[in-house]
């Protein structure tokens, strides 16, 4: 079974978007650049869901980790602030994950791939730009806004998945949008 965990974007979006050139990149599910350049080995890897959606008003810690995290694998950590806020609401680029430097280093030491949130970020906004250069200097990318992780946790219903992660070749971009497709397994 594929899910597309893309964000959908619709023509008065990117109407918005086009109108500020810089953000171009960070349209719909996109990671940021950080000077780094995403690695074509990344683009199929071993996903793993955590649900972190009932953790609220403090950050999260190693301890609400619900599986041992794999080397190479491609972490996505449901939040559902995509949905309880909306993608680009007034409020959705202060609201996010709230990983603590303690997991995003657990991360880092387990050696992931790639970190995803269907959030604007895996820290509070003043923290984004670090945690993301942060990462990307473990050669680590953290994808934003990704959807129907809903569909994705009934699918998956605990176990990994294949996941395919697809940026586009802009160039001279902070940003950089991208597709990512889940394949589960059928059981």
């Keep these: 079974m594929l899910i597309d965990l893309s964000l959908t974007i619709d023509k008065q979006t990117v109407a918005e978007v086009m109108k ?22 990344c683009v199929k890897r071993v996903g793993r869901l955590v649900d972190i ?7 999260v810690t190693v301890d609400d980790l619900t599986s041992p ?7 996505i950590f449901r939040t559902n602030y995509s949905i309880d806020i909306g993608y680009g609401g007034p409020n959705y680029n202060f609201k996010s994950a709230e990983l603590s430097d303690e997991v995003v280093d657990h991360l880092l030491q387990a050696g992931v ?11 509070k906004p003043a923290k ?14 953290i994808i934003e806004n ?3 992780l809903d569909k994705l946790a009934q699918a998956a219903d605990g176990r990994t998945f294949t996941v395919y992660c697809a940026p586009l070749n802009f160039s001279g971009l902070t ?7 889940a394949e589960v397994a059928e059981i």
């Design 53 to 59: 959606s009932a953790v609220r008003d403090r950050e």
């Design 20 to 41: 500020v050139p810089n953000k171009m990149g960070h349209l719909g599910t996109h990671f940021d650049v950080m000077e780094k350049e995403f690695p074509l080995e």
């Design 175 to 181: 940003g950089l949008p991208c597709r990512v497709v």
């Design 146 to 148: 990704l959807s129907n």
């Design 113 to 123: 791939s790639l970190i995803g949130v269907d959030a604007a970020s895996v820290q």
């Design 128 to 141: 984004h730009f670090q945690v993301d250069q942060r990462c990307a200097a473990h050669n680590v990318f």
């Design 69 to 75: 995290i794999q080397q190479g694998e491609f972490v």
